[in-house]
């Protein structure tokens, strides 16, 4: 479990050196880990770790389109900050050239030929890519590439 390790030797690192915000965040996500754990009784893996990152990080989005629609620039700043603490952890995103290949890989594996093997082209490539892209572009990308 190295991601999970290396967030608790961070928080550590983070209560020694006595940054709040950073500390206040780690422990957010531990907390979100440790509630999905005993929800689904399970320990997370990387792959499941990353999940739950990336959900932190859509969920802090959307909060920051809110608050600035609601001319809160205070609060957007908080949750900007909160997503770059998160984002830390998250692999280096792939560029859409490594996304198309990806799918072009997929396809050849599952033998996709049209809109209706979408779903099952999106279930090889979810844990694939899982971190590393964002889904919906690549959604946007695969029905792109299915319909044409």
């Not at 893996?45 to 959307?62: G, S």
């Not at 600035?68 to 205070?74: I, K, N, Q, S, T």
């Not at 209706?116 to 959604?139: E, F, I, T």
Request: aromatic residues 2%; neutral net charge.
């Amino acid at each position: 479990m190295a991601l999970k390790q290396q967030l608790t030797d961070d928080m550590k690192a983070a209560m020694k050196s006595g940054q709040k915000e950073r500390l206040g965040v780690i422990r957010l996500i531990n907390a979100a880990i440790k509630q999905k754990e005993v929800d689904e009784r399970v320990e997370l893996d990387d792959a499941a770790v990353l999940a739950v990152l990336e959900k932190m990080v859509k969920q802090r989005r959307d909060s920051v389109s809110q608050y600035e629609a609601a001319a809160r620039e205070d609060l957007a700043a908080v949750e900007r900050a909160e997503i770059a603490v998160i984002e830390a952890y998250l692999p280096a995103k792939l560029g859409e050239a490594e996304i198309r290949a990806a799918i072009d890989a997929a396809i050849a594996q599952t033998g996709a030929t049209g809109p209706a093997d979408m779903g099952r082209l999106m279930g090889v490539l979810k844990p694939a890519l899982a971190g590393q892209a964002d889904m919906g572009q690549v959604s946007a990308l695969v029905k792109q590439r299915l319909a044409g």
